[in-house]
T-cell receptor, first 112, second 114 residues
Framework: EPEVTQTPSHQVTQMGQEVILRCVPI?????FYWYRQILGQKVEFLVS????????KSEIFDDQFSVERPDGSNFTLKIRSTKLEDSAMYFC??????????FGPGTRLTVL | GNSVTQMEGPVTLSEEAFLTINCTYT??????LFWYVQYPGEGLQLLLK?????DKGSNKGFEATYRKETTSFHLEKGSVQVSDSAVYFC?????????????FGEGTQLTVNP
């Protein structure tokens, strides 16, 4: 069964450092997403990506964040100058049309 | 904007009990509705979905019916098992674009005791 994969599973970084979270979406999907879940809180939308560009972003997704699809398979989220409040579980998802989205297992980001 | 409200948790049940987790939504038009489940230490798994009014989504003994008149999508299961212990999230996707974001509810922690 096809699945979304994410690496690393856990990333620890110092405040102010840059991190790149990686995702491999399901191969025939067209839409890609990043969500985050701060511990004990609801899952929040960050950004969606379609046809090699951002199609929608939330108010959380400010200049600190960027996304890229560097090749035909990977989808990355870069967080520049991380802050303590960026500590969360980050989920990548992909979908076809009219689908809810298949989520990856997540990357737990810990900013110290 | 779109929003999803779930019943407050946590919910604790005995094995074989009947489960209902309430979910109501606010959205224009006809959104698509979803239930996701998150087992301890894992990511989100799509449990079931419904894309139009009066549709019933079902999977693994769980069911939910898309009720436009009450803007609800309550999750039910007739007989829960210990293995159903997880966090359940109700979510919607607006009808404006098919690839648009999911809006999640707060999540409901379910614990099933033997």
């Amino acid at each position: 069964e096809p699945e979304v994969t994410q690496t690393p599973s856990h990333q620890v970084t110092q405040m102010g450092q840059e991190v790149i979270l990686r995702c491999v979406p399901i191969s025939n999907h067209l839409y890609f997403y990043w969500y985050r879940q701060i511990l004990g809180q609801k899952v929040e939308f960050l950004v969606s990506f379609y046809n090699n560009e951002i199609s929608e972003k939330s108010e959380i997704f400010d200049d600190q964040f960027s996304v890229e699809r560097p090749d035909g398979s990977n989808f990355t989220l870069k967080i520049r100058s991380t802050k303590l409040e960026d500590s969360a579980m980050y989920f990548c998802a992909s979908s076809e049309m009219l689908a809810g989205g298949f989520f990856g297992p997540g990357t737990r980001l810990t900013v110290l | 904007g779109n929003s999803v409200t779930q019943m407050e948790g946590p919910v604790t049940l005995s094995e074989e009990a009947f489960l209902t987790i309430n979910c109501t939504y606010t959205a224009t038009g006809y959104p698509s509705l979803f239930w996701y489940v998150q087992y301890p230490g894992e990511g989100l798994q799509l449990l079931l979905k419904a894309t139009k009014a009066d549709d019933k989504g079902s999977n693994k003994g769980f069911e939910a019916t898309y009720r436009k008149e009450t803007t609800s999508f309550h999750l039910e299961k007739g007989s829960v098992q210990v293995s159903d212990s997880a966090v359940y999230f109700c979510a919607l996707r607006g009808e404006e674009t098919s690839g648009s974001r999911l809006t999640f509810g707060e999540g409901t922690q379910l614990t099933v005791n033997p």
